[in-house]
């Protein structure tokens, strides 16, 4: 079949014009059409336009503990390693003792510690403290957020669109590694012959806590009363 063929009837040549014009006005129509939607429209439903949404954490925690006994100037370190897919809020430690073995006030045993993040990805600052072993509260608390300014309470964000809210809560990748941080144990014997037999050491309890988290968004309805 020669161009003759295509072109030999009224008819043939309709449809043939019909078919160049829709070839070159395809390819127009896609390279004209990003431009006349605007950005909400290209972004699709509920990513791209704003609203109020009641922010909710689904928190998952990842828990080590172990317990040593220290006498006077023994040091302890610890360690904990953190992979996780999900978001990380925070990684926390806690030391708690209890000193209840001495024969009066003013011998009060204390936990003291430094931490060591330098093999953790992310910019992280190290940490040292120390408190007495009262029992309750005690010893002392390290904790780092990850994801910044995260407290896992719920909220309601006004005027913001969900993909806005998912940038905002993401922990960039940092916090996985090897948290690591070392305990020293004071112990303070009253003085007398039988003060180190009486207290010589102390039991110390060791939390390691990375609080991940998966972000909930549920987009709030007005309803008309």
Request: proline fraction near 5%; charged fraction near 25%.
């Amino acid at each position: 079949m020669d161009f003759e063929d295509l072109v030999n009837t009224p008819r043939k040549m309709r449809i043939l014009g019909i078919s160049v014009a829709f070839m070159l006005a395809f390819p127009l129509y896609f390279q004209l059409m990003p431009s006349l939607l605007d950005d909400d429209m290209i972004g699709g439903g509920s990513s791209g336009s704003s609203g109020d949404w009641e922010v909710g954490f689904a928190e998952t925690p990842i828990i080590m503990q172990e317990s040593q006994i220290l006498g006077d100037g023994d040091t302890h370190d610890t360690f904990f390693d953190v992979m996780s897919e999900l978001n990380i809020g925070y990684v926390e430690l806690d030391v708690d003792c209890n000193d209840n073995d001495d024969p009066g006030p003013g011998f009060t045993d204390r936990a003291e510690g430094s931490s060591d993040v330098s093999q953790v990805e992310g910019e992280f600052v190290d940490e040292a403290a120390d408190g007495p072993c009262s029992g309750g509260d005690s010893g002392f608390t390290f904790r780092w957020d990850v994801t910044q300014n995260y407290t896992g309470a719920n909220y309601t964000a006004t005027g913001m669109s969900e993909s806005e809210l998912r940038d905002m809560w993401m922990d960039g990748g940092t916090g996985r590694g090897t948290w690591a941080a070392t305990i020293t144990a004071e112990i303070n014997s009253p003085p007398s012959p039988l003060g180190s037999i009486v207290d010589s050491d102390e039991e110390y309890d060791i939390t390691w806590t990375a609080m991940t988290y998966e972000l909930v968004l549920q987009p709030v309805i007005d309803v008309e009363t």
